[in-house]
């Protein structure tokens, strides 16, 4: 190969932390009009002939005057590119630049992040791609900071991105230091220009909201947490959404006709049919790109490409929307942002909240955290005035009605399970509409105990637990699967088992008893209704698989509350309070909402509708306790002289607490590091080296020994660590 001075500098796919770094190799003479920033690329690596995957980070030329002095520095010839994989820029500089940042928050690598925000390529969809751009009219379209095609050996005067401020004390900590990108010459692309009669028609009315507020978020790029409007709305097509998706797609809409584009993230796709109908409604010509991971691979990947296009658009997906990149990005909106299905759950696991405050710190566009309630993270950002706080012109709440609130002079009936105003609620609203009924387990009875010492039965050969997949069912275990058809208690030899919960199956079966001639529908993860008539029926339902109905539920009971509560979490409390605003937003105007069992700060916040002021206690009770998000964390998990080591780095950073090691599984320990917001550069850095050391020591065994893989693992911000 003929080299010509050119320098690719490259990032290698792969999951190993101490090759998270770039790489260099030289471009020789044949591949000089394909290589390009953001281009996949193979390259060679190591010996034996073997050549791995990689994205180009960096093209210049070394001899420019331009170049700094240690691009200038080789010593020998550098190993070429082995081949370009496609000529396709996928990997833009903005998202470079979050997942470089996001990884080195995390203590992560950069691959990792890149692996979420590229899907998997697909040939056929690609050159599709290709060859309708090279049959459009080309027109001249200036890049971004950072981001070239290939330029000609010599790049006179190439100046250079500046570095980001390091992290600080703030709601989430600026951007760090990220490597330089070359600016070139614009290129020649081949994608028309978006159609002024589309961006004509983004014009919406934020319906609800004082007049101008959410105008001024869109044409300022403020960052503010919005109360939704906890109500239904039906659109022309007879459609039932939530109004909060209507608020969606307005802010989506309004930032399309400012000339950006728009990123929608929501937890599921039940979420992304509500806000695409609200947009198709809107705004049935603007262009929008849905980012779903349920979505075949060739779709998924088209979904991809579009979002690659010059103009401006509508991205809606769930948590790996937040990494789409987006042309003259102008918004980021997160719908429920306290829902657990943001959290990522590979490494660096990072939450897509985290991951949209910090795209936002390197864009400068609008932010919207919307919800029914809010989270405890959103809550900290907003008495820090890192947030606005936007809330409804009106105060229209559902009714809420906590039966601990009532009085109930027959204590048994008190503490039933469906205590006797809940019945009566349900038996007056079926008359006119349906009903929900909302359940904190799926299936028939997934939890039994013995009948005569009353504990936990348990599997005899995993130790998991027994439930009933139907009444006539034989139990078996949750786990493995076994049957448990002579099961034996082990702590008092008895041999019958009692049902201690009652899921949707089981919960279904009893109200049919109970109300004869209605309609029973069961919805939860194994039977998916995403939409419902308004003729009366009983909805059994889990939370979060409630089925939207048109005109809303004439009453909803909410059962199971003490055992939703029984969950060890440092989030039930704020969890169960967004489960049952959800549900009880999907209510008629003036049905009523029943809460069984649950009394407490919980049930009042929920009744006088102030999630924020049950947010704001939460996060003023870990304060004082010096818990997540008050402070951050991150757990190390490993062999004893492993984390040891790893502490060991932290001792030089000030303001740490360090809980532990405690034993997990053996032979693993786990020690938690609680640290100031100021301190996580410093954390994450030092933790970084402990993995990469540690990852290091394995090395290709001699012949016949054996070395064990490195057990070192770190996460940070876990939220289901304390």
């Known amino acids: 190969m003929t080299h010509t001075g050119l320098v690719a500098r490259v990032l290698i796919d792969s999951p190993l932390p101490q090759l998270d770094h770039l790489f260099d190799y030289g471009v020789p003479a044949e591949l000089v009009g394909q290589v390009a920033v953001g281009v996949r690329v193979k390259v060679p690596f190591r010996s034996g002939g073997r050549v791995i995957d990689a994205y180009v980070i960096e093209l210049f030329d070394p001899r420019a005057e331009s170049a700094s002095t240690t691009d200038a520095a080789y010593r020998g010839a550098l190993s070429p590119l082995d081949s370009v994989v496609s000529t396709a820029v996928v990997l833009t500089p903005a998202v470079w630049k979050l997942a470089r940042r ?28 290709l060859a309708a751009r090279a049959a459009a009219v080309v027109v001249p379209v200036a890049r971004e900071p950072g981001f070239s095609a290939a330029p000609e050996p010599a790049v006179p005067d190439a100046p250079v991105m500046p570095a980001a401020p390091s992290e600080t004390a703030v709601p989430i900590p600026p951007p760090a230091s990220a490597p330089n990108h070359p600016l070139v010459e614009p290129v020649e692309t081949a994608i028309p220009t978006p159609s002024p009669v589309s961006i004509a028609l983004a014009t919406p009315a934020f319906v609800g909201y004082p007049t101008g507020r959410l105008d001024s978020v869109i044409m300022e790029h403020h960052r503010v947490a919005v109360a939704a409007i906890p109500e239904l709305t039906q659109l022309d097509d007879g459609t039932t959404i939530g109004r909060w998706a209507q608020t969606l797609a307005e802010l989506a809409v309004a930032t399309l006709g400012a000339g950006q584009s728009a990123i929608l993230c929501v937890p599921d796709f039940r979420d992304q049919d509500q806000v695409q109908a609200a947009v198709a409604q809107l705004a049935p010509t603007l262009p929008l790109s849905r980012v779903d991971a349920r979505q075949p691979n060739p779709d998924r990947y088209r979904a991809f490409l579009a979002c690659l296009q010059p103009e401006p658009r509508i991205i809606l997906g769930n948590r790996s929307a937040v990494y789409a990149p987006a042309q003259d990005l102008g918004l980021i909106a997160v719908w429920d942002d306290g829902d657990p299905l943001y959290t990522e759950p590979l490494s660096p696991y990072v939450n897509t909240r985290d991951a949209a405050l910090v795209r936002q710190q390197n864009t400068e566009c609008a932010l919207v955290f919307l919800g029914h309630s809010r989270s405890v993270e959103t809550q900290r950002l907003v008495e820090l005035g890192y947030l606005a706080d936007v809330n409804p012109a009106a105060g229209r709440h559902p009714r809420i009605i906590p039966t601990d609130f009532q009085s109930e002079p027959d204590q048994q009936t008190r503490a039933a399970r469906i205590p006797s105003a809940a019945w009566q609620a349900a038996r007056e609203a079926l008359g006119h509409g349906p009903v929900l009924v909302q359940v904190a387990s799926p299936g028939y009875a997934p939890m039994l105990a013995c009948q005569s010492c009353k504990k936990a039965s348990r599997c005899t050969h995993c130790q998991g637990p027994l439930g009933l997949k139907s009444a006539s069912a034989v139990p078996s275990c949750r786990w493995c699967g076994a049957l448990a058809a002579g099961w034996t208690c082990a702590h008092c030899e008895g041999t019958k088992l009692r049902v ?14 109970a109300f004869p001639g209605a309609r029973v529908i069961v919805a939860d993860g194994d039977h998916t209704i995403q939409t419902l008539g308004a003729e009366p029926a009983l909805v059994i339902a889990t939370r979060g698989a409630e089925p939207v109905p048109t005109g809303g539920y004439r009453a909803i009971l909410i059962l199971d509350g003490e055992r939703m509560l029984a969950r060890e979490s440092l989030r039930v409390g704020e969890d169960c309070l967004r489960w049952w605003a959800n549900a009880a937003a999907l209510a008629a105007p003036g049905a009523p909402v029943i809460l069984a069992g649950v009394g407490g700060a919980l049930a009042r916040a929920l009744n006088a509708w102030h999630p924020d002021i049950f947010a704001a206690s939460e996060l003023a009770d870990r304060r004082q306790l010096r818990f997540p998000p008050a402070v951050r964390v991150a ?72 070395q064990p893989a490195p057990t070192l693992k770190v996460r940070f911000d876990d939220p289901e660590l304390l």
Request: no cysteine; charged share 25%.
């Open 102 to 129: 996001l990884a080195d928050r995390a203590a992560g690598n950069a691959s990792d992040i890149i692996r979420l925000a590229v899907p998997p390529r697909q040939v056929r969809v690609e050159k599709a791609w």
């Open 500 to 513: 201690v919960t009652l899921g949707t199956g089981r919960t279904a079966e009893e109200l049919g008893r």
């Open 635 to 706: 757990s190390v998990t490993g062999t004893a002289a492993d984390v040891d080591a790893a502490l060991a780095d932290l001792s030089a950073v000030a303001g740490l607490d360090v809980l532990g090691p405690v034993d997990t599984e053996a032979p693993l320990v786990r020690a938690v590091v609680r640290f100031g917001y100021a301190r996580g550069d410093e954390v994450a850095h030092a933790l970084k080296a402990a993995v990469v050391r540690n990852a290091a020591k394995r090395r290709k065994p001699k012949s016949g020994s054996f």
